[in-house]
T-cell receptor, first 118, second 114 residues
């Protein structure tokens, strides 16, 4: 079974508009972390934002925010005021487990390609 | 700002040859990882490393793979006898602890096996 599901292979958004990239996850652990990374065409993986399972507030980092709905097991990334430079592949990832079972490994979704139109 | 570095950026090798991919994690980080990404696919976990030993490895990380921290700064991934299907982007990552809210990736090494 997929641990991380990103159902949108590709998305378009108009410049300056907001866009939501979907991510759902599957885990039986109580303690876990959710990450979003941006991968531009140059290939590097850029860390964007993190949400811990026990965090009560939704994470925000500049124009990025994470819409965390724990009961629905979703962790959608919201990018406000899209810019042309936001065009990239976006990956959602999960780190499972607390305590000694947690080695820090990340499990990634398939990614969503975002294209920002001028 | 501290960053993870990787060398080389691109490696071309013949099938059956050994390759060593090098990484310099962020200096105060203690947890190190290798991931790979076959072209157009998702990023896959290979191995995690802490306190000079492997803490977890995936099914992909078979006997052809090994990791080493030969000194206080470098972290290497060796593929003993490369196969065509090893062609991928290999990312090194590091974090200060296993429950960290950040895991930083290097720029990757693109490995092409001919």
């Amino acid at each position: 079974a997929q641990k991380i599901t990103q159902t949108q292979p590709g998305m378009f958004v108009q410049e300056k508009e907001a866009v939501t990239l979907d991510c759902t996850y599957d885990t039986s652990d109580q303690s876990y972390g959710l990450f979003w990374y941006k991968q531009p065409s140059s290939g590097e993986m850029i860390f964007l934002i993190y949400q811990g399972s026990y965090d009560e507030q939704n994470a925000t980092e500049g124009r990025y925010s994470l819409n965390f709905q724990k009961a629905r097991k979703s962790a959608n990334l919201v990018i406000s005021a899209s810019q042309l430079g936001d065009s990239a592949m976006y990956f959602c990832a999960m780190r499972e487990g607390g305590g000694s079972s947690n080695t820090g490994k990340l499990i990634f979704g398939q990614g969503t390609t975002l294209q920002v139109k001028p | 700002e501290p960053e993870v570095t990787q060398t080389p950026s691109h490696q071309v090798t013949q099938m059956g040859q050994e390759v060593i991919l090098r990484c310099v994690p962020i200096s105060n980080h203690l947890y190190f990882y290798w991931y790979r990404q076959i072209l157009g696919q998702k990023v896959e976990f290979l191995v995690s490393f802490y306190n000079n030993e492997i803490s977890e490895k995936s099914e992909i990380f078979d006997d052809q793979f090994s990791v080493e921290r030969p000194d206080g700064s470098n972290f290497t991934l060796k593929i003993r006898s490369t196969k065509l299907e090893d062609s991928a982007m290999y990312f090194c990552a590091s974090s200060d602890w296993r429950g960290s809210d950040e895991q930083f990736f290097g720029p990757g090494t693109r490995l092409t096996v001919l």
